[in-house]
Each structure stands twice: as C-alpha cells, then as structure tokens.
C-alpha cells in the first residue's frame, strides 16, 4: 500500500494507483473530461490537475501515479484558477445554445462551468469555432463547435470497436475530429456502433433518432437485453411519458457483462420499431380474404373454439405451433406446454436453424 | 577575457569530417573503448560524477538519466535527439558536420552503459545532407568495426518543432502523429516501443568521449559547478559577430555578446537578448551580467535552452515580436492538451489586439492569468515555455506594451 | 457456446473462424475478435467464401466455397496428424473414436482438400499449425457452417478439430457457435423443439415424459414432433389443419418461399402472434397483436447460455397483449386453465423441472445474469464447458465424416453458387429493422454481390439492375461488383420483403439429422437487365 496526503487526510491506496485514483477511493471528487476508465489515457484535458507540495508544475492526477509522502491538493486556489481559465478555453471555442441541446443536463462542460463558477468566459478574441454540421449519415449528429477535443471517441472507437474511422486531424487550436481526408462517415471504416456518442462528454455527438424526444433528466431508464442477434448485450431503454425516447448504455461491469455498454448500430439506433404506426393494437380476423378488428373475446373464442374443433376431427398431430427464438424463455415454455399439454402434440419448433 | 574552450568542437575544422580515420588519428574511439572496459554501473557512476547536464533544454544529469533504465531490460535503445527545431538554434548542425564521428562515439558509450544495440538520430528534416554525411560516418564507423555490435540508424524528422520533446520524436520514429505522451512513465522506463530508451541532445553525446578518457573530475571542474563543460552558443539578431562559440558554462551574457560577438551591430544600443530559443525568456541590460549556466538562469526567469542568443538592439519593437512569438507557438503547439491548444490561439489573439493598440489593461490582465496558467498546466514543455516571452517582456519591457494600451 | 464471450478477447490466442461473418451478424462479439488480435496479439483464422473484414485482419485467410466445410477440415486434421500436432494425451485420456476418424482423414490430404475447396494446400496447411500450436484455440462459427444438408457434419467436423487438439475445456478454447437470434439458445432450452422438453430432456423418455405429466396433470405424447420444415411440406400435403405462429416469419425466412406460401394457404386455420402484420400475418385467419421487448418482462438465453433479465419498460400499444397471456387464455378457453400472475412465476416453474436453470432465479440475475448449467441457488454458473477434458456424456466421441457435394451443385444452366446471410444494418426477417427508421434509411435495398470477373464477364457494372434466378424462383435487384467475394460464389441478404431472397433457396435438401436446409448453397444464373 501506499501512503499520501490529500486535501490533509492521510489516505492509503495499493501500489500502481493513480492519484486520480487514490482520491476516487478517498471520496474525494476530481474533476475529468478526457479520462475515461475503459479507454486508453489521455493525460490531455487537463481538468484533473492537482498540486503536489514541492513540485513545480501542476500533475494530471489521472495520469500521476501515487507515490509515498506526497502531500496533495485537490482544490487549492492555484488549481481552481487552472482549472476556471481552461473552461473558460474551453467555453471559448464552445457554441453554448444549452437550450436546445441534446446533452443540456448531462454534459461534463455545463456540469464543471456551473461548479467553478465559469459564466462567460475571458478569452473570447479572435473568431469563434464555426464548423459546418452536415454528417448526412442518419444515425449521429456530429457538431464540432460543440467539441472539446477530449479525443474520448478517437480512443473509443480505437479501442472498443476497433474501427479507427476517426482521429485528430490539424494541428493545435485547428484540430479537429476528423475521418480520413474529412470526409463522411459513410465514406469511412465507421461502422456506426455509437461508442463515440457513448463517451463523448458533450453535446458534439448526440443520436439523430433520439433527437427532441427527451432529455436526460426526463427519462427513465430501464437496463434490459438487446432483443437483436444473440450476443445478449446489455441496454438500457430511455422512457419518457411511457414511450421510449432512446438508447443508452449501462457501461459497468456487472450492470451490463457481455458489452460493458459496447453495442452495435441495431442496439443503438435500431429502437424506433417500437412506436412503429404500424404495430398491430387489436385483433385481426379474417373474413372474406379482409381482415377486421376484432375483440380480444371474440377472438380467443374464435380461436379455442376451432382448434378444439380440428383437434377431435384430425386429432392433434395435425396441428403445429411455431415458437420464436425472440421471445422470452417464459414465452417459449408456455408455447411449447400448450402445444404439448393442450393441443396434445410434439409438433413444435421454432427458426433455431433459419 | 574569457576564452573560448573547445570540448564538443574540439576536432572541429582540424580533422576532415569525412574520414574517420583522420578522427582515429585525434584519439577517436579511445573514450569507447575505455567505456567498454568498464563495467556498466562504474560508466553510469562515472558519467553521473562529472555532472555532465543534458544540452538539449532540460538539463537533467545525464548519468542519472542512464540509471533508471533497468538492468535486467532484455531491449533498450539509444535515440539522439537532432531534431533541432528552435528557430535561431544550428549548434546541433556544426557539431554533426564537424565532427560527426564523436556524437556516433559517444551514442555508443550510451549504448554500452545501458545495455543497447540500437541507436537512432532523430534528424531534423531541413537537414538532408547532413542525413547523407551521418549515413557515410555510420558506413564507415561500420566498415571498422569500431562500433562492435551496436548499430545506428538515422531517421527523418516530421518538420514540427513539437518533435522534438523526447516523447512526441519517440512517436514520431514509431511512426505516429508527433504528440508528446504523458509522464512517468518516462522514456527510461518505456520509450520507444514501450522499452527502455535513452534519449539525449547531440552536443550531450558529443561530450561523452571526452569525459570517458579524461575522467569524472576533469569535467566537473571545469566552467560552473551546478553545470559544469562548455556550452556551444550560436549568437544571432543584432550583434557585430554572428558566430558560434563553445565556452565555459562560467562566461556572462556581457561576455558573450560584447567578447565574442563584437557588441551591437552599427554601433547601435543593447534593448534585449533572448536566450534559449523561441521560448527564452527576454533579458534587459541590467541582467548582463549573469552567467549562462543554467541555474544561474533559471535564477533570474530566463533559461539556457539550445544556446540560441538572440541580440536586440534598440530598434527592435519587442511587442510586436512577441507578438510574432505568439504566433509562432499557436503553430507549433500539437493540440493535444487544452491549456495549449486553445491558450496559445488565444495568447496570440490578445498579443495581435495589443499590437494592433486596440487592447486594454484588462486584456493584459487576461493575457498573464492565461500564461501563468500555462507555465504550470501544459501537458509537455512547448507548452509550459511558451509564455516565457510574454510574461518576462511584460516584466521587463512593460512601458512598450503601456505605450500601445488604448486609453481608459 | 461451449466457453464465454469474455474469452475472445483475453484468453484465446489464435480464433479459428469459420462460416460467421462476425463483425457484421455479431457486431460486439466481432469487435472483441478485432481487439484480441489487433491489440493483443491473438491469431487469427478465417475461413469464408466472402473475404469479410475479420478475413481482411486474419493470418491465414481460407476462401472456400459454400459447402466444402468438412473436406476443409479434415485437410486440416491430414496436416495435424501427419505432422505429429495432435494431443495424443488428450485424445487418449478423454475420447473415443480417434483410429477411425484417422483413418478416414488420411485420404484428405491438401493436395486432394485443394480442388474441392478452392483453397491451396500451402494455406490449408499454415491454418491447421497455427490452430493447433497457439496454446488456446478457440472455433467459432455461424449459420455459414450449420445452413447446409451436411450442417450437423460440418459441426462434428469441427468438433473433432478442437479435440485432436486437446482445445476444449480451458478458458480461450473450445468450440462456439454464434447463435443468430437474441432468444434462439432459450427456446431450445425451453423444448421449443420437437423432440426434447426443457433442458433437452427427450420427449421419447419415459421418465422425463412422466416427469411433465405430473407437473403439468396431463397425459403427453410420447412420440417426436415435425420440425419446422416438416410441417410446411406436410402442409403442402394438406395433412397439417392448424398452424398456430408465436413472432415466426416462415414467409421470409423459409426456403423456397413460393412453396411456403402454398402451404399456408392450404392450412385450415392458421392464428399468428406478432408485433406487426408480417409476410405470415397475411396468411393468418387470426391475427393476435403481442407485445415487443420493450414491453413485457422476461429472460432471454444469449449464445453463451446467459439467463439474462429482460424489463417491461413502456405500456404496450393500443390492446396487444404478452405472448404467455394470450398462450394462456386460449389454453384455459380450451378447457385447461393456466394462470400466471407474472413471468416470474413462470420462470419458477420452468426451474423445477430444468435441472440446468435450478439455481436461477430473478433475484440472483438482478444483476449480470448467471450462465447454465446451474444446478443449484449455490452454485455461480458456468462459463466453459467439459473443464478439463470431462465430457458430460462420459469420452468425447470422434466421428469419421467423409465430404458429401450440396445438394445443388453449378451447372450449365444454373453455372453460381449463391449464398445468402445478413447485413449488419438489419435483422433477420427485418420486420424490426425495416421500420427502424435510421437503419431503413441507411440501407434500404438488398443488393446481389459479385466478383468483378464473374459481373465482367456477364457486362455487369456496379449498380446495374440484374435478375438472379435459380430452380425456385426469380429477383431482380442491384448488383454490387467487389472483390471481397470469390469468383463463382454470389450473396445477398434475406432481410428484404421486395427481394425476399428465400424465394430462390431450396427446401429440397434437408440435413438428415437437424433438418436445416441448404440455405448457404443454390445453383443460380445471373444476367444483367
Ligand atoms: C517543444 C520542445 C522541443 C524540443 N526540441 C528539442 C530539440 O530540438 N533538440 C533537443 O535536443 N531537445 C529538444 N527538447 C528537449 C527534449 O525533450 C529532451 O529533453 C532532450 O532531448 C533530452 O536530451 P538531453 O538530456 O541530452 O538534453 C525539446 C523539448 C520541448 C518541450
Ligand atoms: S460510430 Fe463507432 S465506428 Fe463510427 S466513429 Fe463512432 S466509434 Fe467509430
Ligand atoms: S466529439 Fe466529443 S468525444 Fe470526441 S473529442 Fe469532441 S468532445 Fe470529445
Ligand atoms: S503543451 Fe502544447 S505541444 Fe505540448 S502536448 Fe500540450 S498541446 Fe501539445
């Protein structure tokens, strides 16, 4: 274990911790925009910074390893001035139209400029930040005048999805995140699975399926499993006034096992089915080659009533029931009880092999 | 008068560059295989005895630097760092072109020290024919055998001066963007390739083999103590001589720019010298005095750097060149840390506005919290340093930006 | 999945896939193959008539043609035997069978495997050492490998690889299959089959039978079921009166649709479950609305048998009601009553009588889901099969299996193989992902791949509107000319109700055992409009 001082509480932290980490386990809050825990480290945003006692410069408590005898501030008033003047930087190339913004209430940059007090910022000379917002792709809005160059989706989809369809292009104030030659997305290895919107922590990279159905802080969300191919990844449904707004991921480990809130784009984007107009919402009853609605009643009537009938006339094994690889285990032991114990038959399967 | 003493440059212009055997005849190689039968942690302890401070900016010991590779690392290499990208700095140059046999010496005294086969130079990509002439020293140093089983090869810089911070050259040769890397861990823990990698300036080479043969002590004695050698300086801007020197590190700025350089140009007044590069610190008349190692430096809020002395005289309008200081360092910066990226544009923004006489004292205001800021939060030394300029012109110079404020 | 997800990307140190387009049909389980062997190291074996992306990344890259699955194979066992690779320890100790199978596989030397399958004998070679000298091998494969007659062949032959090799029963080995469907591992564990009732227990098995008689009070049948594309051709007999659907589509995703289609309509009475009218709804004389995922609570199986919670998040549109409910209602109206208060019930039921879910329970999957089997409420689940070599049945049995050609092989008439499969922008049948609007939007049309020397020599450019025919049928779609798929070989998707491509598959040659039909193979012309 290792012993150091934060804030002026002795705290003790295993070997090889960060500082980021030693206060994380103390309780104490730091504030990180480019740090993420599942991605590679960045060291870069620079929100993180702390002092060490006798040290010259100001260390990136993320990336700073924890050492015997430091003695560390979290907050003194060199690192909230640092930290005041790089959101102000930040702000400065920031186009703030919270107001209709996707991510107003659950962005990192409105989070911390709103905890160090940051109302305007001093360093806006020279041109804002005005970069053209036409990703056609249907799936992710992508406004970089909203960008804060955390570089969080460069490594997620580096290193989560293994696409590399984006990086850092230019240099200095005129980086950006770009795909190759800047091009669209389409026109790149990106293969839309979301896992930049994921972990971008502002409003740059928003769902464009999502877009003004709901904000954060409006919805419920209820961690469910993907009801696509047979990973079994982990989601989480977003609801607001019980329709579902959206798609987000629950990026624990327990919480979500198989993807740690990794999915692909039918996870992701592919929700919108469920308030298809199309749904069916009575039921259906064919007369004369037309269907008409029909209620529940008279249709389960209908229902029992013939398969009783055909049951004594053909007996049981001329009847079938196909069950479904999409729904529950519960559904498909019922199906196959009713087929069994009440129409009396073997004769069940479902498209396991198609 | 101080003298100049020629350590690094001691072969320079009394040998031909391109023949090692002439570089054989002056004692070349002698230091390595001195260093060869030593054991490595007698050469480490050597080196780090004598006090020897890397030239390339940071002045770190260049022995203990040696240290913290481990003992047991299976790989390890030895990289060069000629990147020399500071504007005004081509010490690197004349060292290689005079004499580059004995920065190939002293690499592979490195290499034997920390247990490498393998040696890069980093080479600045303005350089192209002195890429040729190394690559003919490395062929011919090869052909003799004098290396043994260490071997060097010579890589093309990326052209930003950015590359040349240890880290961003190490992802450069790994063939990645130029970014410096956060640190620990440093490049003697996991440099290139994730093994350990010494990285050290050429005019840090180039002093090994003269250490090795003449000992510890030699050296130490010699200039400074917290600093001890020669430095090579390289005088440009406004002075009679624009030359280069290498002199004790004891020798004065005064000493400097009026000994050897012949003082002002066109019998016009002193106004300022930067020392160091782009990112030195402005230093006044009263300051003259000071000597140039690198403590002494740091003591009055300048720095050593490359040995880039750039004389002012009392034309010269110091807001507006460091208003093109601004702009340089808004070019060069990587982009990938905030405090940078966006302080270095908006550094240059207010440095224009207060060229231009449109700014005020709350711009001024604004612009010193920004760079002290800076000084402290970088990820990486372009830009820590790169407020330098602003905040000691400010300091030293401040009716120049009073006289260019609008009123109320 | 005989092994976990997990192990993909930590502990298997070369990945020999065969017949799964990964990164597309299993997107994050693709993305894990990627890191392993990107970033860690792992390496990587595909084999695949289509040079997917994984095929782009892989070490030995193997381009057979649809259906040459077990002569691939067993060329690969030729070299690991001849070549002294095999684990005589392992196959000593745990199996059975070996003599036989050796024997058989000496005549499948790459010299003779070459031609069958289009791969040169140097590549089969290279990917049969680096299989069997990684350390921990894992195979993984899809519907490219199951979706022929000889699906349950191809199984067995990989089966046999990852024993000769002693792969099986460490963490990074073994031998699994990507199931297509978030549910299809729950419903075969559920007796959504014919032949078996939960936890596969054997409907012909008097103790199992009687088992479920006294739990459910009623007499069963004893005899085995029709699978799925029995009961259509017997349909197409006029023998099957009634049909009753639960969230099926047969009318996208049975072969030979035009068939399909005269079977229901020769159905008496045919009731249809489903969140939308599907192609099959149509054919329904009632059609009740049930309820999606979003809407009801439950559990699915996912392809590493993890029980897994599934949460009503919104109200169900308009009247639709849950699946069971309605199973429920129409049984009790039959005259045997079946209440449940909630799927939690259900699932409690479902725990008595499948040993392999005993230990489960909603309150132990509240968080992260437990992997059968899980005898018991102590027990932690289990993420890898047969450890150390123990085989439930006892010694893993080899199988001899000699090459059998498909069912349709090219001819002068019918001169390409087609094969079908799936986009990564769609799902199955698509009745979701049509009406999800951004995937729709992104890709709306299925297009016909095809080699540039094949489209060259037919005048066929990119984009071209084409007509692909086989013995069952005709469509008319656009063609897409690239080279990541061999010469000889055309694909398209199935997800299309314009196109549907299953129009043009065949339900003529069924795999003897599993009955799958040869969806990966059909003999097909192609000519430009
Ligand atoms: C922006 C920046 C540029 C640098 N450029 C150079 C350079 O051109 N040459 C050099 O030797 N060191 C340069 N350095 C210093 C190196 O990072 C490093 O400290 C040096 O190569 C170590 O060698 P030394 O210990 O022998 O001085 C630069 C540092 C920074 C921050
Ligand atoms: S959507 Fe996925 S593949 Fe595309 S840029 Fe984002 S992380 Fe990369
Ligand atoms: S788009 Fe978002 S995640 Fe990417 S660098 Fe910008 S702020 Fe960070
Ligand atoms: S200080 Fe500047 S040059 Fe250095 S890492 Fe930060 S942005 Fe890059």
Redesign the pocket.
């Known amino acids: 274990m290792i012993t150091l001082t934060i804030n002026g509480k002795e705290v003790q932290t295993p070997e090889g911790s960060t500082i980021l980490e030693a206060c994380q386990q103390a309780g104490i809050p730091v504030p990180t925009l480019c740090y993420d825990p599942d991605l590679r480290l960045a060291g870069s945003c620079r929100m993180c910074l702390v002092e060490i006692k006798g040290r010259p410069l100001y260390a990136a408590s993320c990336v700073a390893p924890a050492e015997n005898g430091i003695i560390v501030e979290t907050e003194s008033p060199g690192i909230v001035a640092a930290r005041k003047v790089i959101l102000e930087l930040l702000s400065a190339r920031h186009n703030f139209n919270c107001q209709v913004c996707e991510k107003n209430g659950n962005c990192k940059l409105q989070d911390y400029c709103y905890q160090y007090g940051v109302k305007e910022s001093r360093f806006n000379y020279g041109e804002p930040t005005n970069y053209p917002i036409n990703d056609p792709n249907p799936f992710f809005e992508r406004d ?1 005048n909203k ?8 490594r997620a989809c580096e290193d989560i999805t293994i696409a590399r369809a984006i990086s850092v292009d230019n240099r200095g104030h005129h980086a950006k ?1 770009a795909t190759a030659f800047d091009g669209n997305l389409t026109d790149s290895p990106c293969v839309f699975c979301g896992q ?1 919107v994921m ?4 409003g ?2 928003t769902s464009k399926v999502s877009a003004g159905l709901g904000r954060s802080y409006e919805v419920d969300k209820v961690l469910t499993t993907c009801s696509y191919c047979g990973t079994g990844c982990t989601l989480e449904l977003n609801v607001k006034n019980d329709r579902v707004v959206g798609v987000t991921s629950n990026r624990t480990e327990t919480g979500s096992p198989v993807n740690k809130g990794a999915l692909c784009v039918k996870g992701r984007f592919g929700w919108d089915f469920i308030n298809s107009p199309e749904r069916l919402t009575t039921p259906l009853i064919k007369e004369n080659g037309e269907f008409r609605k029909a209620s529940w009643d008279e249709a389960l009537d209908l229902v029992a009533k013939r398969l009783g009938e055909i049951k004594t006339e053909f007996g049981a094994d001329s009847m079938a029931v196909f069950t479904s690889a999409r729904v529950t285990n519960e559904e498909n032991y019922i199906a196959q009880k009713f087929t069994r114990a009440v129409l009396g038959t073997n004769n069940v399967d479902h498209c396991a092999r198609l | 008068m101080i003298e100049e003493k020629r350590i690094v440059l001691r072969n320079a212009d009394l040998i031909d560059p391109e023949k090692i055997e002439d570089y054989l005849q002056a004692g070349g190689y002698q230091g390595l295989e001195k260093a060869r039968s030593m054991s490595r942690p007698d050469l480490i302890a050597e080196i780090k005895k004598s006090n020897l401070r890397g030239r390339g900016g940071a002045a770190f010991n260049c022995g203990l630097k040696w240290s913290f590779v481990p003992a047991d690392a299976p790989v390890s290499y030895v990289v060069c760092n000629f990147d020399e990208g500071e504007p005004g700095t081509y010490k690197d140059r004349i060292i290689v072109q005079k004499d580059p046999q004995s920065l190939l010496e002293g690499m592979a005294i490195c290499g034997h020290a920390v247990n490498s086969k393998k040696g890069y130079i980093y080479c600045r990509g303005e350089y192209p024919y002195v890429v040729d002439l190394l690559n003919r020293a490395i062929d011919q140093a090869r052909n003799k055998g004098v290396l043994g089983d260490f071997d060097i090869e010579v890589r093309m810089g990326g052209g930003a001066y950015v590359c040349g911070e240890e880290t961003a050259l190490i992802e450069s040769i790994e063939g990645h963007r130029g970014e410096p890397r956060f640190k620990p861990p440093f490049p003697g823990v996991a440099g290139l390739w994730a093994q350990p990698t010494v990285v050290n300036n050429v005019e840090t080479f180039a002093n090994l083999p003269s250490i090795v043969i003449n000992g510890a002590e030699w050296f130490a004695a010699i200039g400074a103590p917290n600093y001890p050698g020669t430095k090579v300086l390289t005088l440009t801007g406004d002075v009679a001589n624009r030359v280069s020197i290498e002199v004790p590190t004891t020798a004065t700025l005064r000493e400097v720019i009026y000994d050897f350089g012949g003082g002002i140009k066109d019998g016009k007044r002193f106004k300022a010298v930067q020392v160091g590069g782009t990112s030195g610190g402005f230093i006044p008349e009263s300051l003259l005095d000071t000597p140039i190692d690198f403590d002494s430096m740091r003591g009055i809020g300048a720095t050593l750097g490359t040995g880039a002395v750039f004389v002012m005289d009392e034309t010269r309008d110091i807001v507006d060149i460091t208003t093109r200081i601004a702009k340089f360092f808004e070019h060069e910066s990587c982009g990938k840390c905030n405090p940078c990226r966006e302080g270095t544009f908006r550094a240059h923004e207010i440095m224009k506005k207060v060229n231009q006489g449109r700014a005020s004292v709350q711009d001024i205001e604004n612009l010193t919290i920004l760079s002290q800021v800076m000084e402290k939060a970088c990820l990486c030394g372009l830009g820590q340093a790169a407020p330098a300029p602003i905040l000691t012109t400010l300091k030293h110079f401040y009716p120049e930006y009073q006289a260019r404020l609008q009123l109320n | 999945m005989t092994n976990s997800i997990g192990e993909l990307e930590k502990d298997a140190d070369c990945i020999f896939v065969i017949g799964s387009n990964t990164t597309e049909n299993h997107p994050v389980i693709g993305m894990k193959i990627k890191k392993n062997v990107l970033q860690n190291g792992a390496r990587l074996i595909v084999a695949d008539p289509r040079r997917t992306d994984l095929a782009k990344i892989a070490d030995v890259y193997l381009p057979h043609l649809p259906g040459s699955d077990v002569a691939l194979v067993n060329g690969m066992m030729n070299v690991i035997i001849s070549e002294g690779l095999a684990d005589l320890d392992f196959i000593a100790q745990h199996t059975e069978g070996f003599e036989e199978m050796a024997a058989l596989v000496a005549g499948y030397t790459p010299e003779f495997v070459a031609p069958i399958t289009g791969v040169p004998a140097e590549d089969i070679r290279k990917a049969a050492r680096l299989y069997a000298e990684s350390g921990n091998s894992v195979i993984c494969y899809a519907m490219g490998l199951t979706q022929h007659r000889t699906g349950t062949d191809n199984v067995k032959s990989v089966c046999n690889l990852a024993m000769l090799t002693g792969n099986i029963g460490r963490p990074g080995t073994g031998v699994d299959p990507l199931r297509g469907q978030n549910n299809v591992q729950g419903a075969c564990d559920m007796g959504g089959l014919p032949n078996v009732f939960t936890a596969y227990q054997a409907v012909t098995n008097d103790a199992a039978r009687e088992k479920f008689e006294q739990a459910w009070g009623v007499s069963l049948p004893s005899q085995n079921g029709l699978v799925l594309t029995e009961v259509i051709n017997k349909a197409h007999h006029g023998d099957i009166k009634a049909l009753y659907v639960v969230g099926e589509n047969p009318m996208m995703s049975d072969p030979d649709l035009e068939h399909v289609g005269e079977a229901l309509e020769k159905i008496d009475f045919v009731v249809v479950q489903d969140i939308f009218l599907t192609e099959t709804a149509k054919y329904a004389d009632v059609v009740l609305p049930s309820v999606c995922f979003a809407e009801k609570d439950g559990t699915f199986t996912n392809t590493e048998r993890r029980v897994q919670r599934v949460r009503k998040a919104v109200s169900a549109p308009g009247e639709a009601r849950v699946d069971w409910e309605i199973l429920c209602e129409v049984a009790t109206r039959m005259g045997y009553p079946m209440n449940y208060e909630n799927s939690e019930q259900i699932f409690e039921e479902i725990r008595t009588l499948t040993p392999s879910y005993a230990g489960i329970s909603y309150q132990r999957i509240e968080n992260g889901g437990i992997q059968w089997p899980c005898p018991n409420e102590e027990h932690p689940g289990t993420p890898y099969l047969h450890k150390e070599g123990n085989f439930s049945r006892g010694l893993g049995a080899f199988t001899a299996i000699d090459y059998i050609a498909p069912g349709e092989l090219p001819d002068e008439k019918y001169p390409l193989r087609l094969t079908t499969g799936r986009s990564l922008f769609h799902y199955h049948t698509g009745t979701m992902t049509r009406r999800a609007s951004a995937l729709n939007e992104h890709v709306p049309t299925a297009e016909l791949e095809i080699n540039p020397e094949q489209a060259n020599a037919l005048g066929i450019a990119d984009n071209d509107l084409v007509n692909v025919s086989t013995r069952r049928g005709r469509l008319e779609m656009k063609a897409k000319v690239t080279d990541t798929i061999a010469p000889g070989v055309i694909f398209t998707t199935f997800h299309f109700t314009e196109t549907p491509a299953n129009l043009l598959t065949s339900s003529e040659f069924l795999d003897p055992t599993a009955k799958i039909p040869e969806y990966k193979v059909s003999a097909a012309v192609v000519e430009k409009i």
Not at chain 1, 199 to 202: A, I, K, L, R
């Open positions: 970089y960008c804060i160059m955390c570089t969080r989706c460069v995140i930049c972990v971008c922590p502002t740059a990279l």
